[in-house]
């Protein structure tokens, strides 16, 4: 069946920061407590929505989410008014404060695990929800990624949208940036690749010793059954956890795929001959061959993949059956990285073309191109379903800039977050925002 991917790239929100809250992520701690800038970070990730729907990607936007979570402030004991609790909150911990203002949600490939309706049993678009656990600043994303979810895919006739998992170490689930769908077109039955870092259950698995293993093998298995996948076209396949311990802190940090291309680094799999030796053997069940890219250490170190964001590009699918990689600067600017890619683009492999963007902003946040998209592939008739209001056209675009213009500020501190002015600021922009997108409802302001 006919089907596209539309990717949904995560707005950024106007209280954008860098708090250096992710233990593991090299990118985020390097830029802990500098001042950031949310109208330049929204606007980058604009264009770059902008620039691909004109290429004719599908391209779709993800809304913020209401920040800072005073939910979240009031339910550890900080009362009061807004104000008291900000200020509070400020002067006993920062931390938390910090963690309730997290500019996170931008990275919607941790918004949710996607299975599209030709691999599930049922014939539906399968969402769940990541709990996001293993970190505080994220852990309160899940409520309003589904309430965003279900207000944007609210056809209960081909969406299924689930709860998160149990949000309890044994169940760690960080969504899309720990999953990959390979088929021989979007609207073909595929092969799902589920990556973890940790096995709760088996204190004998190997597990990184620096950084947290955020992803549980027992969390990519009972998504699989939420998403009811076909066990003989559903991998698992543990990371390597010592380039965990290197700052790979998601699999999207080190492996992307699409199509029948997996792009991935050499040290991306604790068992690499196994984990391509499973996806093969699975998709030949759908008559699709494995197209494998590897990238040897000798190539590009981890470290610089980890510093240039290499793999934390997205593959596109073009009219003519090559791909498009898109990248942030930071690859060129790696001398490494650099050279590879040269010859990726003239070796006369599946990847012909490199589309860059300027997503400095994210990427000083800790998230590159990947980070900031989920991607679902729906066939027509659930693309029609779907609420149209967030599909991106030169229409939406001139409107959110301009909402952008309006509402966000340029500079933003960390003493900032204790500021209720700044508070009030992100609650009416974001209202607007839900006019714009037609979506009433959307947050939920109790």
Same mark, same amino acid.
């Given at each position: 069946?006919?089907?596209?991917?539309?990717?949904?790239?995560?707005?950024?929100?106007?209280?954008?920061?860098?708090?250096?809250?992710?233990?593991?992520?090299?990118?985020?701690?390097?830029?802990?407590?500098?001042?950031?800038?949310?109208?330049?970070?929204?606007?980058?990730?604009?264009?770059?929505?902008?620039?691909?729907?004109?290429?004719?990607?599908?391209?779709?936007?993800?809304?913020?989410?209401? =920040?800072?979570?005073? *939910?979240? #402030? @009031? %339910?550890?004991?900080?009362?009061?008014?807004?104000?008291? +609790?900000?200020? &509070?909150?400020?002067?006993?911990?920062?931390?938390?404060?910090?963690?309730?203002?997290?500019?996170?949600?931008?990275?919607?490939?941790?918004?949710?695990?996607?299975?599209?309706?030709?691999?599930?049993?049922?014939?539906?678009?399968?969402?769940?929800?990541?709990?996001?656990?293993?970190?505080?600043?994220?852990?309160?994303?899940? =409520?309003?990624?589904? *309430?965003? #979810? @279900? %207000?944007?895919?609210?056809?209960?006739?081909?969406?299924? +949208?689930?709860? &998160?998992?149990?949000?309890?170490?044994?169940?760690?689930?960080?969504?899309?940036?720990?999953?990959?769908?390979?088929?021989?077109?979007?609207?073909?039955?595929?092969?799902?690749?589920?990556?973890?870092?940790?096995?709760?259950?088996?204190?004998?698995?190997?597990?990184?010793?620096?950084?947290?293993?955020?992803?549980?093998?027992?969390?990519?298995?009972?998504?699989?059954?939420?998403?009811?996948?076909?066990?003989?076209?559903?991998?698992?396949?543990?990371?390597?956890?010592?380039?965990?311990?290197?700052?790979?802190?998601?699999?999207?940090?080190?492996?992307?795929?699409?199509?029948?291309?997996?792009?991935?680094?050499?040290?991306?799999?604790?068992?690499?001959?196994?984990?391509?030796?499973?996806?093969?053997?699975?998709?030949?069940?759908?008559?699709?061959?494995?197209?494998?890219?590897?990238?040897?250490?000798?190539?590009?170190?981890?470290?610089?993949?980890?510093?240039?964001?290499?793999?934390?590009?997205?593959?596109?699918?073009?009219?003519?059956?090559?791909?498009?990689?898109?990248?942030?600067?930071?690859?060129?600017?790696?001398?490494?990285?650099?050279?590879?890619?040269?010859?990726?683009?003239?070796?006369?492999?599946?990847?012909?073309?490199?589309?860059?963007?300027?997503?400095?902003?994210?990427?000083?946040?800790?998230?590159?191109?990947?980070?900031?998209?989920?991607?679902?592939?729906?066939?027509?008739?659930?693309?029609?379903?779907?609420?149209?209001?967030?599909?991106?056209?030169?229409?939406?675009?001139?409107?959110?800039?301009?909402?952008?213009?309006?509402?966000?500020?340029?500079?933003?501190?960390?003493?900032?977050?204790?500021?209720?002015?700044?508070?009030?600021?992100?609650?009416?922009?974001?209202?607007?925002?839900?006019?714009?997108?037609?979506?009433?409802?959307?947050?939920?302001?109790?």
């Amino acid at each position: 069946m006919s089907a596209r991917e539309f990717n949904f790239d995560g707005l950024v929100g106007p209280s954008h920061n860098y708090a250096g809250l992710s233990f593991g992520n090299v990118a985020s701690f390097s830029n802990v407590k500098s001042a950031s800038n949310p109208k330049q970070a929204a606007l980058q990730g604009l264009a770059k929505m902008r620039s691909l729907a004109a290429r004719g990607f599908a391209q779709a936007v993800m809304p913020p989410q209401m =920040r800072p979570d005073f *939910r979240m #402030l @009031r %339910a550890v004991g900080f009362t009061g008014s807004d104000a008291d +609790v900000l200020a &509070a909150a400020y002067k006993a911990s920062p931390v938390i404060l910090a963690c309730a203002w997290s500019a996170a949600p931008m990275w919607t490939a941790n918004a949710a695990t996607v299975s599209p309706s030709a691999d599930s049993a049922d014939g539906k678009v399968h969402f769940t929800p990541a709990n996001l656990n293993n970190k505080l600043h994220r852990a309160h994303e899940r =409520r309003q990624a589904a *309430r965003s #979810l @279900r %207000a944007i895919f609210h056809d209960a006739a081909r969406f299924t +949208v689930h709860d &998160a998992l149990p949000s309890t170490p044994a169940f760690g689930d960080e969504g899309a940036a720990n999953h990959t769908r390979l088929a021989s077109s979007h609207g073909a039955a595929g092969v799902e690749l589920f990556v973890y870092g940790r096995v709760e259950f088996d204190a004998t698995a190997p597990s990184p010793k620096r950084y947290p293993a955020r992803q549980t093998l027992e969390a990519s298995q009972a998504v699989a059954r939420l998403h009811r996948l076909d066990g003989r076209r559903t991998v698992f396949a543990a990371q390597n956890p010592d380039v965990i311990d290197q700052g790979v802190f998601h699999n999207d940090v080190i492996a992307v795929g699409n199509g029948n291309l997996l792009f991935y680094h050499e040290q991306a799999f604790l068992d690499e001959a196994g984990t391509l030796a499973d996806l093969r053997a699975a998709l030949e069940g759908v008559q699709a061959d494995l197209k494998a890219v590897r990238v040897s250490t000798t190539e590009v170190a981890v470290a610089d993949a980890v510093a240039s964001y290499l793999f934390n590009s997205q593959l596109l699918s073009k009219p003519d059956g090559a791909m498009a990689l898109v990248i942030p600067h930071e690859c060129r600017e790696n001398p490494a990285v650099a050279r590879y890619l040269e010859g990726v683009v003239g070796g006369g492999g599946p990847i012909d073309e490199l589309i860059e963007f300027d997503l400095r902003q994210s990427m000083r946040n800790g998230g590159g191109p990947a980070c900031l998209r989920l991607r679902v592939a729906l066939t027509d008739q659930e693309a029609a379903a779907m609420h149209q209001g967030v599909v991106m056209t030169e229409d939406l675009y001139a409107r959110l800039v301009a909402w952008v213009e309006a509402h966000y500020r340029d500079r933003l501190q960390p003493g900032d977050l204790a500021d209720p002015q700044l508070a009030r600021e992100c609650a009416v922009a974001l209202e607007d925002l839900a006019r714009i997108l037609d979506l009433p409802g959307l947050y939920d302001l109790d």
